[in-house]
Every structure is written in C-alpha cells, then in structure tokens.
C-alpha cells in the first residue's frame, strides 16, 4: 500500500499554471503534489503521449492494455482543466463496469485532491440517493457506468449539456456487454464541442465506427502491442483432468501469496469457494450475481491484502488493478486469446513479477491450441516437480 500523508482538502480552485515538471510533461503545483504524494515520480509511456494532446483539446485514441497508467493519463488532464469553482459536471468518465468506476473514482479523486475537485462515481446496484446527492452539491467530475449514467440523466438529477470532456474508458469492453446504444446516447447528451478521449484494449470495427462518429480527428496512440501478454508473468499450463483440478489447485496454492482464480460461471465460482471452505482455505467469491454491496465489501478486501484468495467470473478480468496480486491461477481455460490476455493482465502489474497457471483439461484443448499458438514460447508447461507434488497429492 502507498503511505500517504492525509491533509485536508483545500478550498476549489480554478485552472493554475502548468509550470512543474512532471518527467517532460508540465503540471501546476496541486497536481504535482498529489502525484508525489502517490509517489508517480514521472509519467508511464502511455502517459508521456496522451497528457499533452489532452492538456491541448485535443481528442484523443489511447490504445493500451490494462496496467500501463492509462487512468492518470486522463486524470491528470481531467484534475488541470476541471474548474472546481464552478459547480456543475464538467467531466465525464465511461467504465465498463462498477469495480471500475469505483477504482477510477478513487484515483481520479486523488489527483485532484488539491485542487479541490469533487468526483463523484454513479453505478447501479448502490443506492441512487448519495449520488443523487453528490451530484445535487455540484460535483465537477463524474465516473460511472453506461446504464446508471442514462438512469440519472432520464430523472433529469444529471446535466452534460456543459461537460468539457468526456473520456470512454475499456471502450472494447462496454460494448461487448452491449452498451453501444447507451454510449450513444449520453455522448449525445453533451455539448458538440466537447473533448472526447477513448481508451481501448483492441480496435474492432464497432470501435472504430465509434471514433469516426463522435471523435474529431483524434490522434492515436499505441502502447505495447495488441494482445501481447505483460512480460513479467511467467506464464505456465497444467495438464489435469476435470475432476483433479481441485486436487491440483490445493497443491499449488501458496496461502501467503496472493491469488486470483478464474471460473468460467458464477455457479462453479460459488461451488469453488464453498468447497475451499469445507478444506479449511479462506477464500471469497466475486461474480455479477452478488449483491453490489458485498462486491465491494471483497474487492476492498482484497486490495487491502486481507484476502489472499478471489475467486471470480470474467467481472475481474479487465481493467482491474490490485497491485499485489502474485498468481493468477486459470481454474476454467480461458475462452479466447484476448480473454487470456487480460486474466492475466491482472498480475505483474506496472513492472511487478507474477506467475500465471492455466489448467488445461480433456475438454480445453481447442482453446489451448488457441492460445499456445499466439503466446509461443512464453507459455511452458509446469515444471517436473510441481508435477510430481500434483501426483503425491492425489
Ligand atoms: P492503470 O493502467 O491506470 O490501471 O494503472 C496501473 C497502475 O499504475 C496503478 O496501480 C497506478 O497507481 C500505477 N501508476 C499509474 N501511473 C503511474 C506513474 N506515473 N508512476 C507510478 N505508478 C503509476
């Protein structure tokens, strides 16, 4: 966890000149004081390209995989020209889903914290009434998901008719879950002469249907290449029978690591924890079938280092970033390339080490063919003596 001195929030502030360096990058002297106080002692890649177009009024398309700072690439932009005078939305965040607008709430709020800045996260599943509430005492910044954006807007209780800027973040994502029509429909809400900023894993055609709509000549940037899987994680499969992959997963956890375990449904997640439970290993579950409340109550967990071992459906697989997590553990394969790349995306992150294991059963071979084809080399079986512990433990 990051030591932070907590001091009180000062009164809102206009913009302030930008004459701090910030690595290359210029930032005004609120701003780079909570970056210290985050200890970002200069920017990510991703950063060093997109905090400058923005800063401009530029629109902007980042494509970069979860992990490489992409938040701060727009939240410092966001903390520079959000005038937290002036009490109404100005700023407008799209996530795909509510662990994300939590994560992104709290570091946008971060950055802004000594400009004064209020930031406000809306998603369903939580009560509407402190958002209502929030947005009624003016917050400058909104972070939320499409479908309780359209909720609020409907009720009249939120205005974009003069946000400034509007960033779509994991845009591949939210329109996999089939929210194009919202995003439409609230990027039509906003005045024309808005900055738009979009971030993306992959650029299928929908997106890029998207960008020629509602950006203007934006300028795109690429970091890293598409898909490729982070080169910290050491990347290994098992071989194990359906019904030995419990056995298996008994043998390699490590309670003191912390681990991330991917199911393919919210039943086998359920089923999983559950018989952990009965074999005495603390473990929570973490799917969209649970009440918002006790999503948040685990992933806050988790992040705190509380609970070693999560156990989840896809919900977790983008974008989410608890730094600590050492193993990403494939109970069920992954169902696509992208689909792996992204699990695993959820440890070594920003420089960190971390190991991933997919267990590879009779019915997966399709999908691992799949996979082994597009990650090569990186992907090397467990070694010999992990498997003779599986075989010992049976
Ligand atoms: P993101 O890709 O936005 O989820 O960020 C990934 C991680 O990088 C988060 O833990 C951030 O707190 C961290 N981070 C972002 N920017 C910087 C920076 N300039 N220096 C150090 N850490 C950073």
């Given at each position: ?111 802004c ?24 005492n ?12 359209i ?29 194009l ?5 609230i ?99 973490i ?65 960190r ?27 090397q ?14």
């Open positions: 966890m990051r030591e932070r001195r907590r001091e009180p929030a000062p009164a809102p502030q206009g913009p302030s000149p930008r004459d701090l360096p910030f690595g290359p990058v210029l930032v005004s002297a609120p701003v780079k004081r909570a970056l210290d106080e985050m200890r970002y002692e200069s920017p990510t890649p991703i950063q060093e390209l997109v905090i400058e177009p923005l800063l401009n009024g530029e629109d902007v398309v980042g494509q970069a995989q979860t992990g490489t700072g992409k938040t701060a690439g727009f939240g410092i932009p966001i903390a520079e020209q959000v005038d937290a005078r002036e009490p109404f939305v100005q700023a407008l965040v799209l996530v795909p889903t509510r662990e994300l607008a939590r994560q992104v709430t709290d570091e946008v709020a971060e950055i914290r000594y400009r004064g800045t209020q930031v406000v996260p809306v998603y369903g599943g939580a009560r509407i009434g402190p958002q209502i509430t929030a947005l009624h003016g917050a400058q910044v909104v972070v939320g998901t499409p479908g309780r954006v909720d609020l807007l409907d009720r009249g209780v939120l205005r974009l008719d003069r946000a400034r800027m509007v960033v779509l973040d994991e845009a591949d994502q939210m329109l996999d879950i089939g929210f029509p919202d995003v439409r429909r990027l039509r809400s906003t005045p024309r002469s808005r900055q738009t900023a979009l971030f993306t894993a992959t650029i299928p055609t929908m997106i890029k249907r998207l960008i020629y709509s509602y950006l203007k000549e934006p300028q795109t940037f690429r970091v890293g290449a598409e898909s490729e899987p982070v080169e910290q994680v050491t990347q290994r499969y098992c071989e194990v029978a359906s019904r030995d992959k419990l056995t298996a997963l008994l043998n390699v956890l490590d309670e003191e690591e912390q681990t991330l375990v991917f199911r393919r449904t919210q039943d086998d997640v359920d089923w999983l924890v559950r018989t952990l439970g009965r074999r005495r290993v603390k473990a929570a579950a799917h969209g079938g649970l009440p918002q409340g006790e999503r948040n109550a685990v992933m806050q967990q988790f992040r705190s280092g509380a609970l070693k071992l999560l156990v989840s459906t896809n919900l977790t697989s983008r974008g989410i970033d608890v730094p600590t997590v050492e193993n990403v553990i494939n109970y069920d394969i992954p169902e696509s390339v992208e689909e792996y790349v992204h699990r695993i995306g959820r440890t070594a992150r920003m420089g080490e971390g190991t991933a294991l997919t267990f590879v059963s009779e019915w997966d071979l399709d999908f691992f063919d799949a996979i082994k084809a597009h990650v090569g080399d990186d992907l079986p467990l070694e010999l003596g992990l498997y003779k512990r599986l075989e010992a433990g049976v």
